[in-house]
């Protein structure tokens, strides 16, 4: 079967594991292009990773063989790119977050469908051993009905971190801690417990970093199901701590940690997953995790391309969450 053809659009931060990631899989996928408009990127990429580099973005949507484009650039240029390569019939791969705002992720979503192609995410945590055990028990009704789901994402950040030009900011990022470090977590969360409505919460900008937007939030909520929950999320917690999931259920509880699983039930039977240590990127280095989960999202998304595997982590997925976090952000106004 003939490799499928990618290209990688943007080489910032999250590049090198999407690039590590697509050489485990090169029997199967070929980056023929990694773009950046930046030459000192791309020379910089070129130096460490065999994948040709190219400052011709439109050379890229123009290549018929290229059949899928991993969009890993900014958020606030998504919409734009994304348009582009639907309208070229070109499966999309998006970093999170979708924008910058909740109308232009909708757009964005709305465009994917209308084009008739895939749009995956890079929301990897979901594939995380403990979090794949962790759906598998939730599915299976082994902890009954839900009453409690909680979160608590308390990374750290220095103030180096938004020091970069853009970042923290609304116009490149469209918000702070809930947006982009947090939604993983979200994400995690609201795939096991389902929809939050009746948000209430408080949301600052600490002393600690001076930035645009949040860096601290703690939120209260229910969900469809009648469940209770709080998130707490933060990049204020020196030196870093695991994110944390807590599910309550009438038959047990589920506690995920960074990349552990504990759960035990009241028919006397346990679960323990995970523990691989992998990091989480909780600390101030963002990426100080292996691309193992890199590497099982975009197998993922090229399954789905070849074969119509289903999207493990799919654009609604991430409206989802946005949607939450708008609500979270609404509710601290």
């Keep these: 079967m003939a490799k499928l053809k990618v290209a990688m659009i943007g080489l910032g931060m999250a590049s090198g594991h999407h690039a590590r990631a697509l050489l485990d899989l090169s029997d199967r996928i070929e ?5 950046s408009q930046t030459a000192a990127r791309r020379d910089a990429f070129a130096g460490q990773y065999p994948i040709p580099v190219s400052g ?4 890229i949507f123009a290549d018929e063989a290229i059949g899928a484009v991993l969009i890993l650039t900014p958020p606030s ?3 734009e790119l994304v348009r582009r390569a639907a309208a070229a019939k070109k499966h999309i791969l998006l970093e999170k977050p979708l924008d910058i705002s909740f109308e232009r992720s909708e757009a964005i979503v709305r465009a994917a469908k209308e084009a008739g192609v895939l749009l995956g995410m890079v929301l990897q945590n ?3 051993a403990a979090a794949l055990k962790l759906d598998e028990i939730v599915k299976s009704g082994r902890l009954g009905q839900l009453v409690e789901a909680s979160a608590a994402i308390r990374n750290w950040r220095p103030q180096s971190y938004y020091d970069v030009e853009g970042r923290g900011t609304r116009a490149r990022d469209g918000g702070g801690v809930l947006l982009t470090q947090g939604i993983h977590t979200i994400d995690l969360l609201l795939s096991h417990a389902g929809t939050p409505k009746d948000v209430s919460s408080f949301v600052r900008t600490s002393p600690i970093h001076t930035m645009e937007t949040e860096d601290l939030v703690t939120a209260a909520f229910c969900f469809e199901n009648g469940a209770i929950g709080t998130l707490n999320a933060t990049t204020c917690a020196y030196p870093g701590l695991p994110e944390r999931i807590e599910l309550i259920g009438t038959k ?3 506690v995920f940690t960074g ?4 759960a035990a039930f009241m028919d006397g039977t346990s679960v323990t997953e995970g523990g691989e240590r992998s990091g989480s990127g909780s600390g101030a280095n963002p990426m100080a995790f292996g691309h193992e989960m890199h590497r099982a999202l975009i197998e993922n998304f090229a399954d789905a391309v070849r074969d119509g595997t289903p999207l493990r982590v799919t ?3 991430a409206l989802n969450a946005h949607r939450f976090i708008e609500a979270i952000l609404a509710g601290g106004r």
């Design 31 to 35: 980056c023929v292009a990694a773009y």
């Design 56 to 59: 011709d973005l439109d050379a």
């Design 77 to 79: 240029s998504h919409l």
């Design 126 to 128: 979901r594939f995380r």
């Design 252 to 254: 047990g509880t589920a």
């Design 259 to 262: 990349d552990r699983l504990d």
């Design 315 to 317: 654009g609604d997925d």
